[in-house]
């Protein structure tokens, strides 16, 4: 029982990543726009864009968020790394 917890702890502190680019300097204070993208066998060789002009218009792009929270890492290991998501956030001025 023991070692099953160590190894939850373990995937729970590994899977969790994330990046942010912040054109501001400066904490965003609007909600984000979330999106996910899906990749497959682990991503290997996949991109995905995400169109900024749909998301913001008009408006500047204040920040951008990619990761890999504990539900992607979650949904990795239950698929075994079949289907891989990532989760986007975009903050617009």
Same mark, same amino acid.
């Given at each position: 029982? @023991? @070692?099953? $917890?160590?190894?939850l702890?373990? #995937?729970? #502190? *590994?899977?969790?990543s994330?990046?942010?680019?912040n054109f501001t =300097? @400066?904490? &965003? !204070?609007? $909600? &984000?726009?979330?999106? !996910? *993208?899906? $990749?497959?066998?682990g991503g290997i060789g996949q991109t995905d864009y995400i169109d900024l002009k749909d998301i913001c218009g008009s408006y500047d792009v204040e920040a951008i968020e990619t990761s890999y *929270?504990?539900?992607d =890492?979650? #949904?990795n290991l239950l698929t075994s790394g079949i289907w891989a998501p990532r989760t986007y956030k975009v903050w617009c001025k």
């Amino acid at each position: 029982m @023991k @070692k099953v $917890f160590v190894l939850l702890v373990v #995937l729970f #502190l *590994s899977a969790c990543s994330y990046q942010r680019f912040n054109f501001t =300097g @400066k904490q &965003p !204070k609007t $909600f &984000p726009y979330e999106t !996910k *993208s899906n $990749f497959f066998v682990g991503g290997i060789g996949q991109t995905d864009y995400i169109d900024l002009k749909d998301i913001c218009g008009s408006y500047d792009v204040e920040a951008i968020e990619t990761s890999y *929270s504990f539900t992607d =890492g979650l #949904l990795n290991l239950l698929t075994s790394g079949i289907w891989a998501p990532r989760t986007y956030k975009v903050w617009c001025k």
